[in-house]
């Protein structure tokens, strides 16, 4: 039975939100002639889409002569393309039981999700493929990278599931480590892979981090809660067990996060509340 307060706005993760943050029809760019999971590089190739049109070289393929603008110009002109590499973005939710907080009007772990899922319908509506680790309870789970609407469905439903999970307690073993390795595992050279999690949440996961970023494009969101932004003036009571004390919270030195995020190859993205 699902208590009360596990539904609450804010703190349950629902379907129909992750559903409501796909892009709007003709807001993202769609390859006309593309198959699924595929993208253009910004090198050259044997791809779909027209890089430029330029004077023939000794080398140069014949195949790809262009009779326009070769008629137009008397001398021999190609259609130079992009090189097709595969569009594949995993997503990384960090629902450990720190990411169960919050002072604004949802959780972290809320906002984390619902920040990745729109991510994710962004690679959907260009025809990339998307997977999902979660890190929350006894282990990392994988959903494996694929393209298509029914993929982003599936991926939404796991998001909350696990979501629901969470809240509901019970072992929480997970580590971080265990779900970027478990995503190194999944996600290809060239991969775009963002790990949703708190300013300080990927501490300790430092070498798991560096391996992720190795030939692959690794970003980092930090799900920045409003008291981390803007604390309040005065100092806090703060109790821990039969501890209790007065203290005076500072704003998160994210400049610190970035640089040693940049550090291991990975960008730091600050994901503020709306």
Do not use: F, K, N
């Amino acid at each position: 039975m699902v208590a009360a307060w596990q539904s609450a706005p804010g703190i349950a993760l629902t379907l129909e939100a992750l559903l409501d943050q796909r892009a709007p029809r003709g807001t993202v760019a769609r390859p006309a002639a593309r198959r699924a999971g595929l993208r253009a590089s910004r090198h050259a190739g044997s791809g779909m889409d027209l890089r430029e049109i330029r004077a023939y070289v000794a080398g140069d393929d014949p195949r790809r002569l262009d009779p326009s603008a070769t008629a137009r110009t008397g001398v021999p002109h190609i259609r130079a393309l992009h090189e097709d590499r595969d569009d594949i973005t995993l997503l990384i939710a960090d629902l450990r039981r720190p990411m169960l907080w919050g002072t604004g009007t949802a959780l972290r772990s809320v906002r984390g999700a619902l920040h990745l899922a729109a991510l994710g319908w962004q690679a959907i509506a260009r025809q990339g493929a998307v997977g999902l680790v979660t890190a929350c309870g006894s282990s990392a789970r994988l959903l494996p990278p694929a393209a298509g609407e029914g993929q982003m469905l599936t991926l939404c439903r796991m998001l909350a599931d696990h979501h629901a999970g969470a809240l509901a307690g019970g072992a929480q073993t997970a580590t971080l480590t265990e779900a970027l390795s478990l995503a190194a595992r999944a996600a290809p050279s060239g991969a775009h892979v963002i790990l949703a999690t708190a300013p300080d949440g990927w501490l300790g996961a430092e070498a798991a981090l560096t391996r992720l970023a190795r030939g692959r494009r690794l970003e980092v969101a930090l799900i920045l809660d409003p008291l981390e932004l803007a604390p309040p003036p005065r100092a806090m009571p703060v109790r821990q067990g039969a501890t209790a004390r007065m203290l005076r919270l500072s704003p998160a030195d994210l400049d610190a996060q970035t640089d040693r995020l940049a550090a291991m190859g990975a960008a730091a993205m600050r994901v503020a509340p709306s």
